[in-house]
């Protein structure tokens, strides 16, 4: 046997730097920083702004490290799904050990290294939070209950709680109802993409409400989840890092978000199908601006604070 | 058999070469914290040492 077919099994290309950071799961790493960012940023404790950089980065490390492990236990069911069939393992880029390997790394890196940026609070929220999206969202919840997105929602809601702790070393009001925000974002966002990739969680056993109650059980709980969000977003405007800025975008997207929850719940699954899901997409990409405007407001009130404005100590 | 210049190390020379910067970003990175938090007064080995800064 030549060297060459050691190291070479045919059929398979050499994974490269970015399937390994495909395994991190990019695209949520992004919202995983401007969140963290943002609770760093709004926080009353100033941050030195290399700490700030080394912080979130290990955050996202973290968030990212989650994201390997989460494809490395859900290789499986990625293979037949649609929309994760080109992920690194289904598509046969990157190993399942290798995925496993480099998601306990990472994990074990990112934490020490915040605890050392920040502090062990902020370490120890990380901790839990890959913890809680490993082990009890992927490995218990995802394939057990159809409240397996309403529950580990709080995965993806603990880094503004973590960049917050970055600059105060606890927990608060403020952070919690940032928790919050994302927390019962969370449900109507992934039950509204679950409406049109149905047949996606269908096929791969996934109890997803869609799933396991029909769709017009998903349109009332869409529509409930929508209520409650708007008290939690509305609750935060009345926190010290509320202000105009966030109040008026609060009033804005929650009137925005209640009536497209409401059209969603008074359509039957024959109009659905009629125009392809068209206002089931719509208030999917709606819903991914509510979040987005959410936080940015949030960074806008703290910079006015920042120059004197609106309750401003300068 | 080993040679000095195998197909293999070609063919992850593209790979090898973004892990040798990952990692010198990294040592940046750990370098930049301990100026920082030393400048800042922490006592981050834990030694009982501080900052000059911090003790004046």
Do not use: C
């Not at chain 1, 899901?277 to 991914?288: A, P």
């Amino acid at each position: 046997m030549s060297d060459t077919s050691v190291h070479s099994i045919p059929g398979t290309t050499e994974p490269e730097l970015r399937d390994y950071f495909a395994l991190l799961k990019p695209r949520v790493m992004s919202l995983v920083v401007f969140t963290a960012l943002v609770g760093l940023l709004v926080a009353p404790i100033p941050v030195h702004p290399f700490l700030i950089f080394t912080s979130v980065l290990f955050i996202a490390i973290g968030g990212g490290a989650s994201g390997a492990l989460n494809m490395w236990w859900d290789a499986d069911i990625d293979r037949i799904m649609r929309r994760t069939r080109k992920r690194p393992i289904p598509a046969g880029r990157v190993s399942e050990g290798e995925a496993l390997g480099l998601g306990i790394a990472l994990s074990g890196l990112s934490v020490m290294m915040l605890a050392l940026s920040a502090n062990l609070v902020a370490a120890g929220l990380l901790a839990f939070t890959i913890f809680f999206y490993v082990v009890i969202y992927s490995m218990l919840l995802k394939r057990w209950t159809p409240q397996n997105i309403v529950i580990g929602g709080a995965a993806g809601a603990f880094p503004p709680m973590i960049g917050w702790a970055v600059a105060t070393g606890g927990v608060s009001v403020e952070s919690l109802l940032m928790f919050m925000l994302i927390f019962i974002w969370t449900p109507p966002h992934f039950w509204s993409l679950a409406l049109f990739m149905n047949s996606d969680y269908d096929d791969a056993g996934v109890p997803m409400l869609t799933v396991t109650h029909g769709n017009d059980a998903t349109r009332t709980h869409i529509l409930a989840y929508t209520v409650l969000l708007a008290a939690a977003s509305l609750a935060l405007a009345f926190t010290p890092i509320g202000g105009p800025v966030y109040l008026v975008t609060a009033l804005v997207l929650n009137a925005r978000f209640l009536h497209g929850a409401w059209r969603v719940y008074r359509r039957t699954t024959e109009a659905a199908t009629a125009d392809a899901y068209g206002v089931e997409k719509r208030f999917f990409k709606l819903s991914l601006w509510y979040l987005f405007l959410h936080f940015t407001a949030l960074l806008a009130d703290a910079f006015l604070r920042a120059i004197g404005l609106f309750g401003g100590a300068a | 058999m080993i040679r000095a210049t195998h197909e293999l190390h070609e063919r992850r020379k593209g790979r090898n070469f973004g892990l040798g910067l990952i990692l010198f970003v990294f040592v940046g990175i750990v370098f930049g914290m301990t100026i920082v938090k030393m400048g800042n007064g922490e006592d981050v080995l834990g030694t009982g040492m501080v900052s000059q800064e911090a003790a004046q």
